[in-house]
Every structure is written in C-alpha cells, then in structure tokens.
Nanobody, 111 residues
Framework: VQLVESGGGLVQPGGSLRLSCAAS????????MSWYRQAPGKEREFVAL????????NYVDSVKGRFTISRDNAKNTVYLQMNSLKVEDTAVYYC?????WGQGTQVTVSS
C-alpha cells in the first residue's frame, strides 16, 4: 500500500490550495478515504472523509464550507480542495486508508 500526498505549500490567509493523494496497492474504488492534519504541538485530527463512490462526505466543523473532499476512482486519487485558508489551517496534512497513512504534505498559511 502506498499513499503519496502532494500539493502543499505556503499560501496567504484567504488563499486556496488543492491537495492530492495518489493511492496504490489496494482496490481504491472500494476504499473509504480520509484526510487528517497535525498542527505543531497538537494531536493529529480528522479533517474529511469520502465514501467509495464519492457520493457522501463528512467534515470536521472547523473546515465545513471551506474545504471539499473529492475523488477520481479512475486515477486512484483523492483530493482536498481548501479555500479561504486561515492561519489555523497550518499543519501537515495526511491521507489515510484503513490503518495506512501517507507521508504528509506541509500546508503553511501565513502573511
């Protein structure tokens, strides 16, 4: 199993980023996928989850209305579109399936 995140970077408050997670080694179309994040000095927290078909999703309250999780089963990729970013969104963002984690991608929101 491999989960490889990309798309992180430095962005100003109010800006946008799209994270990608390329998956391999399992049947992606049958996998519920999630994004988590870990800010400095804090525990890792759930951000968003998407069903196998993409028809259902769930978000932590702090990102509702700003973040959108989506997936492309043909490309074995899950995305996290992040809009209206805030300083408090700064964290390492991780893709997760079952007990498997990606290596993470750093998102820094700063002016």
């Amino acid at each position: 199993v491999q989960l490889v995140e990309s798309g992180g970077g430095l962005v100003q408050p109010g800006g946008s980023l799209r994270l990608s997670c390329a998956a391999s080694g399992f049947t992606f179309s049958s996998a519920v996928m999630s994004w988590y994040r870990q800010a400095p000095g804090k525990e890792r927290e759930f951000v968003a989850l998407i069903s196998t078909s993409g028809g259902s999703s769930n978000y932590v309250d702090s990102v509702k209305g700003r973040f959108t999780i989506s997936r492309d089963n043909a490309k074995n990729t899950v995305y996290l579109q992040m809009n209206s970013l805030k300083v408090e969104d700064t964290a390492v963002y991780y893709c997760k399936w079952s007990r498997y984690w990606g290596q993470g991608t750093q998102v820094t929101v700063s002016s």
